[in-house]
């Protein structure tokens, strides 16, 4: 008999829990041990319970994935989290392989796409929509620089951006729909994956050696 995996799942919008619960207990081999819709709520969730796998929302209300899979991560290594997204997925999918992310699925995807990227996790695989590999997948890379992989999210990379473009914090707080005091918490880890202490510092690091990709965000 196959071992039943144990599922957390976090969400902002509690109707869509309920039919991801429904759809993935279904199948004897999977049983949602807890749901929640803060961040808070679900890493306490996660740390005590360990599950075989997380079902992230990309986006809630405290911010966008990256952060919370880092702590999800810390608390849970084994578990595999897979990130729910409206946004396009093949933009962010390294930023989210590098912090221990097991894969990334459109919410529009079909109940039996979202099986099958249970079954290949289970299986030790991932897999990945045919048309991320029609539009040429291997050709997105990570933040470089100096050659040396710093691990900017592409949450972080935008934010960065912005602000090499003179933008302000709290202007940046409103395009990407978090609150003031997350930008400063992101700026506070990318001084530190950049090896700054200042925001000059920062802006002059990265827009001296970043090689720039396309943001996240239009």
């Known amino acids: 008999m196959a071992k039943v995996w144990r599922v957390v799942i976090i969400d902002s919008h509690p109707t ?64 595999h989290v897979l990130i729910l997204t409206d946004t396009d997925g093949i933009k962010l999918l390294h930023s989210i392989v590098n912090l221990g992310g097991s894969g990334i699925l459109s919410k529009q995807a079909s109940a039996a796409q979202l099986m099958l990227m249970i079954d290949g996790l289970r299986e030790g695989l ?38 090499v473009q003179g933008i302000t914090y709290d202007k940046i707080a409103m395009e990407i729909s978090v609150s003031r005091r997350s930008i400063d918490n992101y700026l506070r880890k990318i001084y530190v994956k950049l090896g700054v202490s200042t925001r000059a510092q920062a802006i002059e690091k990265f827009a001296l050696t970043t090689r720039q990709k396309s943001p996240v965000f239009s």
């Open 16 to 79: 869509s829990m309920l039919g991801t619960k429904l759809i993935l207990e279904e199948r004897e081999e999977l049983r949602v041990t807890g749901m929640a819709s803060t961040w808070d709520e679900g890493l306490m969730l996660v740390t005590e319970q360990k599950p075989e796998l997380v079902l992230l929302d990309y986006q809630m209300p405290e911010g966008t994935a990256e952060s919370l899979l880092e702590r999800i991560k810390h608390g849970s290594p084994d578990s």
């Open 126 to 163: 991932a897999m990945l929509p045919m048309d991320w590999l029609k539009n040429g997948i291997w050709q997105v890379q990570p933040a470089v620089v100096d050659g040396a992989l710093y691990h900017l999210t592409e949450t972080e990379i935008f934010i960065m951006e912005r602000i």
